[in-house]
């Protein structure tokens, strides 16, 4: 049986810590540069 990690509806952590949070939500330079050059000023 395949884990509950690989499947389409993984369960997260309890608690996530600020590093990881930080490492997923914060945007890249290649989107940040993306983002200044379609965005309204």
């Known amino acids: 049986m395949t ?3 690989r499947t389409a509806y993984p369960r997260f952590k ?3 810590s600020k590093k990881e ?3 997923v ?3 890249s330079q290649a989107e940040l540069n993306f983002i200044s050059k379609l965005a309204r000023k």
């Open 3 to 5: 884990s509950i990690e």
């Open 14 to 16: 309890k608690h996530i």
């Open 21 to 23: 949070l930080e490492q």
């Open 25 to 27: 939500y914060t945007p």
